[in-house]
């Protein structure tokens, strides 16, 4: 007997709860209050992306404490239903899930992004002890109770999510390897002189850093992974091997629609975030991305951008507001290797010259408290990366306290408000001394100085 599907009709249909989902909902709800939302998501409990390294250590310990909150949209009067879509007719306008027929007049896909496992790697992701980082609490929490008591780890990927998942092991007391193919760590961030302090942190952490090499096979007894042999021979014994390789953007379902996909898989957009079906939008992770400098496909995946993405397709479902869409992803990124922060926003030095950018950098080191006596103190470095020209910012690295995790924010903005480094030089800062550097002294300006000065040699 054929499964009789219950019949919904809303006027916004997303497609995914996670953060670019949720933006879209309450913007889309904030701008076009008469239209009734409805947000479908697979899951019940949905996780905090950018914190799921935290549930393996001290700073969270638990998934539970990393549970996102739906409160906030439902008080909004934005509906939700747990269900998985496996077909959308976009001439019909209806998609379909295992209990539901639902009809919408927009479309916003939100499904966001998968694990991505290098071809190489593949095969082994079936064996026992081999795990990826898949944005989903049941999986998680195999993973973490299965390394419970394992003592060697291995992860694959120097990236943000493999070095603060190290971090974490080894605050727990794991023995961790951390593999990366690249000379450096956080490569698509940093610029080498900054990435180097990162590694002394973490190696002061008790992880061993294996760079420049890569992973050729996992070794396995029949049964487990018992380590992973790398391109130059050698063999790593480990009980657990933790690919963070990365995400891919998950496009099955728009691409079984019917809609196009740009490069590195992600569904084509405009930037009001609109499909070529005007009725039908594509946000988060599982849209394609341009870089906001070279205007080159992007692959990297931000919740701050996904965020952003929702708000400027939640503004143009039904009209354009404003004439300026989603010009480009500015990568802004920002993280915590023991006490240190480190953040970044746009290019770095190597990635501008590889885009043929001619440029100039200026650093400075300074303290974040003035005077530098002030209890907790510490030093603040910031990187500046200019068009030689014209003097445009187009990057920017701060190694520092907390506040580095917001101060990167400015540059961000100067970034995409195409400023010039002219502009930084007549910054007007508030200062304290308990919170903030001296105005005499401010790295962020004492920077824009030094690239001024190189504008000139």
Same mark, same amino acid.
């Given at each position: 007997?054929?499964?009789?599907?219950?019949?919904?009709?809303?006027?916004?249909?997303?497609?995914?709860?996670?953060?670019?989902?949720?933006? %879209?909902?309450?913007?889309?709800?904030?701008?076009?209050?008469?239209?009734?939302?409805?947000?479908?998501?697979?899951?019940?409990?949905?996780?905090?992306?950018?914190?799921?390294?935290?549930?393996?250590?001290?700073?969270?310990?638990?998934?539970?404490?990393?549970?996102?909150?739906?409160?906030?949209?439902?008080?909004?009067?934005?509906?939700?239903?747990?269900?998985?879509?496996? /077909?959308?007719?976009? /001439?019909?306008?209806?998609?379909?899930?295992?209990?539901?027929?639902?009809?919408?007049?927009?479309?916003?896909?939100?499904?966001?992004?998968?694990?991505?496992?290098?071809?190489?790697?593949?095969?082994?992701?079936?064996?026992?002890?081999?795990?990826?980082?898949?944005?989903?609490?049941?999986?998680?929490?195999?993973?973490?109770?299965?390394?419970?008591?394992?003592?060697?780890?291995?992860?694959?990927?120097?990236?943000?999510?493999?070095?603060?998942?190290?971090?974490?092991?080894?605050?727990?007391?794991?023995?961790?390897?951390?593999?990366?193919?690249?000379?450096?760590?956080?490569?698509?961030?940093?610029? %080498?002189?900054?990435?180097?302090?990162?590694?002394?942190?973490?190696?002061?952490?008790?992880?061993?850093?294996?760079?420049?090499?890569?992973?050729?096979?996992?070794?396995?007894?029949?049964?487990?992974?018992?380590?992973?042999?790398?391109?130059?021979?050698?063999?790593?014994?480990?009980?657990?091997?933790?690919?963070?390789?990365?995400?891919?953007?998950?496009?099955?379902?728009?691409?079984?629609?019917?809609?196009?996909?740009?490069?590195?898989?992600?569904?084509?957009?405009?930037?009001?975030?609109?499909?070529?079906?005007?009725?039908?939008?594509?946000?988060?992770?599982?849209?394609?991305?341009?870089?906001?400098?070279?205007?080159?496909?992007?692959?990297?995946?931000?919740?701050?951008?996904?965020?952003?993405?929702?708000?400027?397709?939640?503004?143009?479902?039904?009209?354009?507001?404003?004439?300026?869409?989603?010009?480009?992803?500015?990568?802004?990124?920002?993280? %915590?290797?023991?006490?240190?922060?480190?953040?970044?926003?746009?290019?770095?030095?190597?990635?501008?010259?590889?885009?043929?950018?001619?440029?100039?950098?200026?650093?400075?080191?300074?303290?974040?408290?003035?005077?530098?006596?002030?209890?907790?103190?510490?030093?603040?470095? %910031?990187?500046?990366?200019?068009?030689?020209?014209?003097?445009?910012?187009?990057?920017?690295?701060?190694?520092?306290?907390?506040?580095?995790?917001?101060?990167?924010?400015?540059?961000?903005?100067?970034?995409?408000?195409?400023?010039?480094?002219?502009?930084?030089?007549?910054?007007?800062?508030?200062?304290?001394?308990?919170?903030?550097?001296?105005?005499?002294?401010?790295?962020?300006?004492?920077?824009?100085?030094?690239?001024?000065?190189?504008?000139?040699?």
């Amino acid at each position: 007997m054929e499964l009789k599907l219950e019949m919904i009709t809303c006027d916004v249909l997303i497609i995914g709860g996670g953060p670019a989902g949720g933006v %879209v909902a309450m913007t889309a709800k904030n701008n076009y209050p008469d239209k009734e939302i409805l947000v479908i998501r697979e899951y019940e409990q949905q996780l905090v992306p950018c914190a799921i390294p935290y549930i393996f250590g001290p700073t969270l310990g638990s998934s539970e404490k990393n549970i996102s909150s739906c409160e906030q949209g439902m008080k909004m009067g934005i509906k939700g239903l747990i269900g998985k879509v496996e /077909k959308v007719d976009i /001439k019909e306008k209806t998609a379909y899930s295992d209990h539901h027929a639902i009809t919408f007049d927009k479309l916003i896909f939100a499904t966001g992004s998968t694990p991505f496992v290098h071809s190489a790697l593949e095969s082994a992701t079936h064996l026992k002890g081999v795990f990826t980082i898949p944005k989903n609490k049941i999986l998680i929490d195999e993973l973490k109770t299965y390394i419970e008591d394992k003592q060697t780890i291995t992860i694959v990927g120097s990236g943000f999510i493999g070095i603060e998942m190290g971090m974490e092991l080894a605050l727990s007391g794991k023995k961790v390897t951390i593999i990366g193919g690249s000379t450096q760590v956080l490569k698509a961030a940093f610029d %080498v002189e900054l990435a180097h302090e990162a590694e002394a942190i973490i190696r002061n952490a008790g992880i061993a850093l294996e760079m420049g090499d890569y992973v050729d096979t996992i070794v396995d007894n029949g049964e487990r992974a018992t380590g992973v042999q790398l391109c130059s021979g050698r063999v790593i014994d480990s009980e657990v091997i933790i690919l963070a390789t990365g995400y891919k953007p998950n496009t099955s379902l728009a691409h079984d629609a019917g809609l196009k996909l740009a490069r590195y898989g992600g569904i084509w957009v405009d930037e009001y975030m609109r499909t070529a079906n005007k009725d039908i939008f594509a946000v988060g992770d599982c849209a394609a991305r341009r870089e906001f400098i070279t205007r080159e496909p992007s692959k990297v995946m931000l919740a701050s951008t996904s965020a952003a993405e929702g708000r400027t397709a939640g503004n143009s479902l039904y009209k354009l507001e404003y004439l300026k869409g989603f010009n480009g992803t500015i990568a802004i990124f920002s993280t %915590v290797i023991g006490d240190t922060v480190f953040s970044s926003a746009g290019l770095t030095e190597d990635q501008a010259k590889c885009a043929c950018i001619d440029i100039v950098t200026g650093t400075f080191q300074g303290m974040n408290r003035h005077p530098a006596s002030i209890p907790g103190a510490t030093k603040q470095s %910031v990187k500046l990366v200019a068009m030689r020209h014209s003097g445009q910012i187009i990057g920017g690295q701060i190694i520092g306290g907390v506040e580095s995790g917001e101060m990167i924010n400015l540059i961000g903005l100067v970034i995409e408000s195409k400023m010039t480094v002219f502009s930084l030089l007549s910054l007007q800062i508030a200062t304290q001394p308990l919170l903030t550097s001296a105005p005499t002294s401010y790295p962020l300006v004492k920077a824009a100085e030094n690239v001024n000065l190189a504008m000139q040699l």
